[in-house]
């Protein structure tokens, strides 16, 4: 990256450094980046930053696994075929290696005082599940279904106990989430691939009977696209 960018850059983005990298499931890979200007940003579960992943401009987004507020933040990348620069980036960057992170951001965030809670999607859709988990009030309700490449491809969840996991190949998260039929009057949080997100949705509007408002949803990729931020 050319030098006289630095100064502008400096302006717009923060900047860590890789302290922690290695793998937390079979195809996703858990980076710490710490640094002063990560320091006190109020992060909220379910939040994501857009981070520098290139010598050049390119950005990709990647929702906040866990938030140290004395300056720290971590991420995980999952690394699939036909990555991009993304994905690349995760798979290559080093403990010691400067990151340029844009402020923590988006509105797909934890609802605390929902009656009760419940979670959809898919690897990409489980990393904001973890932050938004660990952040529940004790004794929440929880219900959800999570589909997974692998059992080895789950990540360590808080209340995991209380998820319905799928393999992929087998029963679809639409289909899953009509045979758990949660009831109306919580939120649910639905991630992932595009056009999935929009048949849970139905489902959960047109036939389970949920207000559309209640139902958050996130489409993070869709096939044949770089991605949707």
Not at 214 to 223: D, G
Request: proline content about 7%; some cysteine.
């Amino acid at each position: 990256m050319p030098a006289l960018l630095n100064p502008v850059l400096d302006l717009l983005m923060l900047r860590g450094t890789v302290t922690e990298a290695g793998p937390i499931t079979a195809r996703m890979r858990r980076l710490r980046i710490e640094g002063d200007a990560l320091t006190g940003l109020g992060v909220h579960p379910g939040q994501q930053v857009r981070v520098l992943v290139t010598s050049g401009l390119t950005r990709r987004t990647y929702s906040v696994w866990r938030y140290d507020p004395s300056g720290a933040v971590e991420l995980c990348v999952l690394d699939h075929a036909g990555a991009g620069p993304g994905a690349r980036w995760g798979h290559d960057v080093e403990i010691g290696t400067q990151v340029r992170l844009g402020k923590p951001e988006g509105s797909f965030t934890l609802r605390p005082d929902a009656t009760h809670h419940v979670f959809i999607g898919e690897e990409t859709a489980s990393v904001a599940f973890g932050a938004m988990l660990a952040a529940l009030p004790e004794g929440s309700r929880v219900s959800g279904c999570v589909e997974t490449e692998t059992v080895e491809d789950r990540l360590p969840l808080p209340h995991s106990d209380r998820l319905n996991w799928l393999t992929r190949g087998g029963t679809s998260l639409p289909a899953a989430v009509q045979h758990l039929a949660p009831e109306p009057g919580g939120i649910a949080y639905v991630a992932g691939e595009a056009r999935t997100v929009q048949q849970v949705r139905q489902v959960l509007a047109g036939e389970l009977g949920w207000d559309r408002r209640s139902v958050l949803t996130k489409p993070f990729w869709a096939p044949g696209k770089r991605g949707l931020e």
